[in-house]
């Protein structure tokens, strides 16, 4: 409960992020979410440094001229971005919008895992997932789709996110009296 409840997107990220032997650490527990088939179907792609600045470049050579600097800027806002791939198995007896729901178990349970280490986390999406250069300089597939990145590091020493109370979501809850 205290690491659901102190877990907060973090906007202003700087080093040290994990490495990547870390990472890869973070991600066999985050990999251990339900996953209806064991099907695995998604993947990460870490950028840091000049892959950062390669995507960054790449996403700004699509935008309007009058916007480029600030896409490159934003991209290159955290030391790490973790790109999440939706690989689907298709045609399989789990459909794909489980196979969805399993993707996105694991980005979650990854977030959570990063923030009992110490480290922020923002799970972002935007230009990244439409961009067609992106997607050709990652390699992704065309049976594949981009779930935009976690941007990851060590948030910034100004950030200290209160504890969220535990909101009441009861109207979210029925009950089938019969
Ligand atoms: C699928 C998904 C996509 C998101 N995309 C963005 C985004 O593009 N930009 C952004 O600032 N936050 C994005 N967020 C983060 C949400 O804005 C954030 O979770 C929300 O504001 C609540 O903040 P909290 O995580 O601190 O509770 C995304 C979250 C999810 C789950």
Redesign the pocket.
Known sequence: MTAILTR??I?SLRGPAPSDQEFAYLLKGAAAAPDHGRLRPWRWILLRDADLEAVGACLAAEAEPEERALVEKKFMRAPLKAVLVFSPTAEHRVPEWEQLASASNVAYGLMLLLHARGFGS?????RLCQSPGTRNLLGVRPDEQLL?SLDIGTPGVSVQPARRSLEDVTDRMRFLRT
């Open positions: 907060r997107s906007h923002i799970w972002r999406t935007g935009g």
